[in-house]
């Protein structure tokens, strides 16, 4: 049976959260505005969002890749407010090739936030294809497939409370291949 290996525990979460809260809390005394990239950084947006200090707005919005590793995305959920003149925090779970984030700040900067910043649970940075500037990072990862606290394979294991490293040809052939493991049943 194959196995996935725990990465980050809920106390390293934690520690992540705390961090990245205290930073944006100083740089931001007069708050600021987060902006969720959805679904995989829902966790990590509700824990950020408590560690903040000082008055936090929360907004979302949905992308989707026109195909895989192209990098071409379009927002299919947009925001429900305006981010003229605000200063803007882009939240999201990892950033790999920095495709996603670079478009996303396209998208947002063109709508003239007063500043725009970007925020990630996890940086896989080896794996960069454009620069992507990043302000708030918890962690930084090795180029590893990783699951949980938000992240997904096929839609699975975003709920569990820790974050794991899997074994990406693994899950292609069996998207369920660590259910038994990191579930009850
Ligand atoms: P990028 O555009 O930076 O290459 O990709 C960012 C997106 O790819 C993330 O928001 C996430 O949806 C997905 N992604 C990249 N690496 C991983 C990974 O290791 N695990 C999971 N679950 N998703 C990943």
Do not use: W
């Amino acid at each position: 049976m194959p196995e996935a290996r725990v990465l980050f525990t809920r106390d390293d979460l934690a520690d992540g959260v705390a961090r990245v809260g205290r930073e944006i809390s100083d740089a931001y005394p007069d708050g600021v505005l987060l902006v969720a990239v959805l679904k995989g950084s829902v966790p990590f947006l509700a824990d950020v969002v408590r560690a903040v200090d000082v008055p936090v707005e929360v907004d979302f919005l949905a992308i989707s890749k026109y195909a895989a590793d192209t990098g071409r995305a379009r927002i299919v959920k947009d925001l429900d407010g305006d981010v003229l003149g605000r200063d803007v925090v882009l939240v999201e779970d990892i950033i790999d090739t920095g495709l996603t984030l670079t478009y996303l700040l396209g998208e947002i900067g063109r709508r003239e936030p007063r500043s725009l910043e970007t925020c990630a649970l996890l940086d896989k940075s080896v794996r960069r294809i454009v620069p992507t500037p990043l302000r708030f990072r918890a962690f930084e990862i090795a180029d590893e497939f990783v699951l949980g606290y938000g992240l997904d394979f096929a839609e699975r294991y975003r709920n569990l409370d820790e974050v794991f490293a899997g074994d990406i040809s693994v899950l292609r052939d069996d998207p369920d291949a660590y259910v038994h493991q990191l579930y009850r049943g």
